[in-house]
């Protein structure tokens, strides 16, 4: 009987982190990942937060097949064929770490992080789907993987499967989602020679650049369309709750396709080649609706656990590898006492909430069940604020004051400025 100290299902960033930090002392531990490699079935069209990397492995950008760094940030407000941007360049953060923030591309950067795992001692099969946990008296004692000699015992199992978590709503650690609760992402990778991204995007050396796009991005509805650079390629994608996405009608490809065509973003694309698309679920779940982390001799880590800050700042893989790390600490010192029950897990759920993860869960987690009750903020609003702008910068015979009474006027036509301030100060605090 194949027995490990411990079992790992899913070699994403949280899984991996959790298989270095246990295999580095010693303990054996395997890896399941259903895809043909680390990272062949991820889509990341985000920025990599690397603060806990860093911390795995120090300057790990040295050697990691990162992208660039990030040091330039857009956020625009699109209308059907205008835009309205704010944009920021920080020159401080060309230095290391780079502000811990780099564009990669997920197929190259988890085959290199599972890698170093394998180095470091932790045994990774890939092309294996795991079915079910296997239990003993009511505790997770090992896994049904879909391979030759299937039955794989441990001593503890970490469920680091995804998203679409299967096993933990099996295990009734986890309620299935609901539509609003996720997102469905799809994403290109565009070429384009090196030099035309850097000139394009005003970016020199291995500089990065991180864009953002709302309203008419993604036809009006809640969810955004992006652009980040890569050294020779962008990443182009669009997200949407499920359930807007149904209520509308509306396929992901073609919402994509919207996106692409829009006059601002055909632009930043043009002479670029499709090489690949692919698509994803990313959950938000909401604060108040994360699984139970723990059951005897199982822990939940990354997307499986919710742990996305859906807010501006877009952070997944960050709490994922902090979740990984976490719980790879807390079944070590399980090892020590020998207890790898729900009660002798608990130290896991305790470091979350004494980090980041869970700090900012409780302050992002509802963004955007706050967001769906005010669903002008991606249609009415932009597309007000643009013709207003449109009516403050029009060229015409009339003086100056009259022009930009007309253009007031017409926004107080659509618009209420007391919802409006109201709703603008809501979404300030929802996303800040």
Same mark, same amino acid.
């Given at each position: 009987?194949?027995?490990?100290?411990?079992?790992?299902?899913?070699?994403?960033?949280?899984?991996?982190?959790?298989?270095?930090?246990?295999?580095?002392?010693?303990?054996?531990?395997?890896?399941?990942?259903? +895809? =043909?490699?680390?990272?062949?079935?991820?889509?990341? &069209? &985000?920025?990599?937060?690397?603060?806990? /990397?860093?911390?795995?492995?120090?300057?790990?950008?040295?050697?990691?097949?990162?992208?660039?760094?990030?040091?330039?940030?857009?956020?625009?407000?699109?209308?059907?064929?205008?835009?309205?941007?704010?944009?920021? @360049?920080? !020159?401080?953060?060309?230095?290391?770490?780079?502000?811990?923030?780099?564009?990669?591309?997920?197929?190259?950067?988890?085959?290199?992080?599972?890698? #170093?795992?394998?180095?470091?001692?932790?045994?990774?099969?890939?092309?294996?789907?795991?079915?079910?946990?296997?239990?003993?008296?009511? #505790?997770?004692?090992?896994?049904?993987?879909?391979?030759?000699?299937?039955?794989?015992?441990?001593?503890?199992?970490?469920?680091?499967?995804?998203?679409?978590?299967?096993?933990?709503?099996?295990?009734? /650690?986890?309620?299935?989602?609901?539509?609003?609760?996720?997102?469905?992402?799809?994403?290109?990778?565009?070429?384009?020679?090196?030099?035309?991204?850097?000139?394009?995007?005003? %970016?020199?050396?291995?500089?990065?650049?991180?864009?953002?796009?709302?309203?008419?991005?993604?036809?009006?509805?809640? &969810?955004?369309?992006?652009?980040?650079?890569?050294?020779?390629?962008?990443?182009?994608?669009?997200?949407?709750?499920?359930?807007?996405?149904? =209520?509308?009608?509306?396929?992901?490809? @073609?919402?994509?396709?919207?996106?692409?065509?829009?006059?601002?973003?055909?632009?930043?694309?043009?002479?670029?080649?499709?090489?690949? *698309?692919?698509?994803?679920?990313?959950? !938000?779940?909401?604060? +108040?609706?994360?699984?139970?982390?723990?059951?005897?001799?199982?822990?939940?880590? +990354? @997307?499986?656990?919710?742990?996305?800050?859906?807010?501006?700042?877009?952070?997944?893989?960050?709490?994922?590898?902090?979740?990984?790390?976490?719980?790879?600490?807390? *079944?070590?010192?399980?090892?020590? #006492?020998?207890?790898?029950? =729900?009660?002798?897990?608990?130290?896991?759920?305790? $470091?979350?909430?004494?980090?980041?993860?869970?700090?900012?869960?409780?302050?992002?987690?509802?963004?955007?069940?706050?967001?769906?009750?005010?669903?002008?903020?991606? $249609?009415?609003?932009? =597309?007000?604020?643009?013709?207003?702008?449109?009516?403050?910068?029009?060229?015409?015979?009339?003086?100056?004051?009259?022009?930009?009474?007309?253009?007031?006027?017409?926004?107080?036509?659509?618009?209420?400025?007391?919802?409006? %301030?109201?709703?603008?100060? #809501?979404?300030?605090?929802?996303?800040?």
């Amino acid at each position: 009987m194949d027995k490990f100290d411990c079992i790992i299902i899913g070699a994403g960033p949280a899984g991996v982190s959790a298989a270095l930090t246990i295999a580095r002392k010693g303990l054996t531990v395997t890896v399941f990942e259903r +895809g =043909e490699y680390p990272g062949s079935k991820n889509l990341f &069209g &985000g920025v990599l937060y690397s603060t806990v /990397l860093n911390k795995l492995i120090p300057e790990f950008y040295n050697e990691a097949p990162v992208e660039r760094h990030i040091t330039k940030r857009r956020y625009s407000i699109l209308s059907k064929n205008s835009e309205m941007a704010v944009e920021f @360049d920080f !020159e401080d953060f060309n230095h290391p770490p780079f502000n811990n923030s780099f564009t990669v591309l997920r197929a190259k950067f988890d085959r290199w992080f599972a890698q #170093k795992a394998e180095e470091a001692g932790a045994v990774i099969f890939t092309e294996t789907v795991v079915d079910d946990f296997i239990y003993d008296n009511g #505790k997770v004692a090992g896994v049904r993987a879909r391979r030759e000699g299937g039955d794989v015992y441990a001593d503890v199992v970490i469920c680091a499967e995804g998203a679409n978590s299967l096993l933990t709503e099996r295990a009734g /650690l986890k309620k299935k989602p609901l539509p609003h609760q996720m997102i469905t992402a799809v994403k290109e990778v565009v070429s384009l020679p090196k030099e035309v991204i850097e000139d394009r995007f005003n %970016l020199s050396n291995n500089e990065g650049m991180a864009l953002e796009f709302f309203g008419e991005a993604v036809k009006g509805m809640i &969810g955004s369309g992006f652009i980040y650079t890569n050294k020779d390629s962008l990443s182009v994608g669009v997200g949407c709750p499920i359930s807007v996405m149904k =209520e509308k009608n509306m396929k992901p490809n @073609d919402l994509l396709e919207s996106f692409k065509s829009h006059p601002v973003v055909k632009k930043l694309l043009r002479g670029g080649k499709t090489e690949e *698309i692919s698509a994803k679920m990313i959950p !938000e779940l909401g604060y +108040g609706n994360l699984p139970r982390l723990t059951a005897d001799g199982l822990l939940i880590v +990354g @997307d499986a656990g919710g742990f996305v800050n859906p807010s501006l700042y877009r952070e997944g893989t960050n709490m994922a590898m902090y979740s990984g790390m976490m719980a790879a600490e807390t *079944i070590l010192e399980a090892k020590e #006492k020998g207890d790898f029950s =729900e009660r002798g897990l608990q130290g896991y759920v305790k $470091k979350l909430e004494d980090s980041f993860v869970m700090e900012d869960l409780e302050r992002y987690g509802d963004v955007p069940e706050k967001l769906s009750e005010m669903p002008q903020l991606f $249609k009415e609003y932009p =597309e007000a604020i643009l013709k207003l702008a449109k009516g403050y910068f029009t060229v015409s015979d009339l003086s100056k004051e009259d022009m930009h009474r007309q253009a007031w006027n017409r926004f107080k036509d659509k618009v209420s400025m007391w919802k409006f %301030l109201l709703d603008m100060y #809501k979404a300030r605090k929802a996303v800040l």
